[in-house]
């Protein structure tokens, strides 16, 4: 019998902490380590919440904002009315089946290199997506939007093989744009 250690998600934490979302539709928002080994942080969170409303949620009801690496799946299936802020990077598969959420990942400030010149999403990001949002400050690793139905995508810059098979949605690729900090 196989232990896939579900006891220990980090998506069990999520939920407790969105409950007042979940339950009355009120605004949540906080912060939320996160590390390689947090594999599809948002996907447990989107189910339970798809399970009692399934129309979702409206637009950032519930608001994470997160530190650290995104493990595999980062934002699996992630519903409507959820987002993930993610200042780090993310692994393979981010937002795999996006479902209305929106992720936005980006390097920290402390970073030393140049975003834009650097994958920070990895491979196969938004695998069958069918709605929702992927924000990138830098670039997303190969197979970019590969069977993406309905998903808007913004990066700095895709691998090989972006937009495969795709059949709906938008993907704007816009390398070395400007980000103007404002005083």
């Known amino acids: 019998e196989q232990d896939h250690r579900l006891d220990k998600a980090l998506d069990l934490k999520l ?11 009120e605004k949540v928002q906080f912060m939320q380590d996160v590390r390689n080994g947090n594999r599809s942080v948002g996907a447990m969170l989107s189910g339970e919440l798809i399970r009692r409303r399934p129309e979702g949620l409206p637009d950032h009801t519930i608001f994470m904002q997160m530190e650290g690496t995104g493990g595999q799946s980062f934002g ?13 990077d993310a ?34 990001s938004l695998y069958g997506a069918t709605g929702g949002e ?8 190969e197979r970019c939007c590969v069977r993406n139905s309905g998903a808007v ?7 090989d093989h ?14 070395n744009f400007t980000v103007l900090a404002m005083e």
């Open 15 to 25: 939920i407790d902490k969105c409950l007042p979302a979940i339950e009355h539709g």
């Open 76 to 88: 699996a299936f992630l519903a409507a009315g959820i987002t993930q802020y993610l200042m780090g």
């Open 91 to 124: 692994n393979d598969y981010t937002g795999k089946g996006l479902s209305g959420g929106r992720i936005v990942v980006y390097p920290p400030r402390q970073a030393t290199f140049v975003p834009q010149e650097n994958i920070i999403v990895g491979n196969v």
């Open 134 to 141: 992927l924000f990138v400050r830098g670039v997303v690793g």
């Open 153 to 159: 995508v913004v990066t700095e810059g895709v691998g």
């Open 162 to 175: 972006g937009c495969e098979y795709m059949t709906g949605g938008r993907v704007v690729v816009q390398p």
